[in-house]
C-alpha cells in the first residue's frame, strides 16, 4: 500500500513538475521570438530610412536654375514628390538604367494604409512606403519600400527649421518613421481574457507593451540644390 501511495505522489509531483516546465519553456519561446521580432523591426526601419534618405537627398540635383521652383511638386504629411536629373552623367548612374539624358526625373513617396490589425477590441493600421520613380521615356515604377505604423511621415520648414505649408518656401524635410511587428506571439492570458472591464483594461496594456511603436527614426534633410 506505501509502494503505491508513493507512486501516485511520484506521479502527482512528476506532472507538476512537467507543468511548472512547460510553462518556463512556453514563456521563454514567447520572449525569444518578441525579442527577434523587436529586432527584426529595427532592421527593417533602418533599411526603408536608408532608401529614403538616398533618396532625399537627390531634390533638386541637376535641375537648372529657372526650375528651382518646381523642384518640390507635392508636399503633404504622407505623400512628397520631387523631381532632380537621375541620370545626368555616368557618375550618378542608377542600377539597372543604361542610359544618360537631361530630362528631368521624379521620385513620389505615397504612404498609404496597408491592413488594418484586428485583435478584438483594439484594432492596429499598417501603413504601406510606396516609392515610384519615372525617368522619361521610361514608364513609372512603382516598388513598396516597407511597412510603418505612422502616416504622417513627412514635415516641411524653412531655412530656419520653422514649419511650412508652401512648397515653394520648403528648405529641408523632417521624415519621422516609427514602426512595430503585428506579428508578436501573445501571452496565453491575453488570448484567454474574456470582455469584462477588467479584461479590456488588462488587454490594452498587454497590447501596448507588445506592440509597443518605440522603434522609430526622425531624420532632417538638408537639400543644399534647394538653398540655392
Do not use: C, H
Amino acid at each position: 500500500m506505501t509502494s503505491f501511495l508513493d507512486i501516485i505522489a511520484g506521479i502527482f509531483i512528476g506532472g507538476i513538475l512537467l507543468i511548472i516546465a512547460y510553462s518556463a519553456l512556453a514563456s521563454g519561446n514567447q520572449a525569444f521570438f518578441n525579442f527577434n521580432s523587436d529586432a527584426m523591426s529595427q532592421e527593417r526601419l533602418a533599411d526603408i530610412s536608408d532608401i529614403m534618405n538616398y533618396d532625399l537627398r537627390k531634390m533638386g540635383y541637376g535641375v537648372p536654375e529657372v526650375d528651382r521652383f518646381k523642384i518640390v511638386n507635392v508636399a503633404q504629411a504622407n505623400r512628397f514628390k520631387f523631381i532632380a536629373q537621375l541620370n545626368l552623367n555616368s557618375k550618378a548612374a542608377i542600377g539597372g538604367v543604361g542610359f544618360y539624358d537631361a530630362n528631368t526625373d521624379t521620385i513620389e513617396y505615397n504612404i498609404t494604409l496597408d491592413e488594418v490589425v484586428n485583435y478584438g477590441d483594439t484594432s492596429l493600421s499598417v501603413y504601406r512606403v510606396e516609392r515610384t520613380l519615372t525617368m522619361p521615356p521610361n514608364a513609372p515604377q512603382t516598388m513598396t519600400v516597407g511597412k510603418i505604423a505612422n502616416s504622417n511621415v513627412f514635415r516641411y520648414m524653412d531655412q530656419l527649421g520653422n514649419i511650412v505649408t508652401n512648397p515653394l518656401a520648403t528648405k529641408m524635410v523632417e521624415v519621422t518613421l516609427s514602426t512595430f511587428d503585428p506579428r508578436v506571439v501573445l501571452s496565453p492570458a491575453m488570448v484567454s481574457s474574456g470582455t469584462t472591464a477588467a479584461d479590456s483594461t488588462y488587454r490594452r496594456e498587454e497590447l501596448r507593451r507588445l506592440l509597443r511603436t518605440s522603434f522609430w527614426r526622425q531624420t532632417r534633410l538638408v537639400s543644399r540644390n534647394l538653398r540655392r
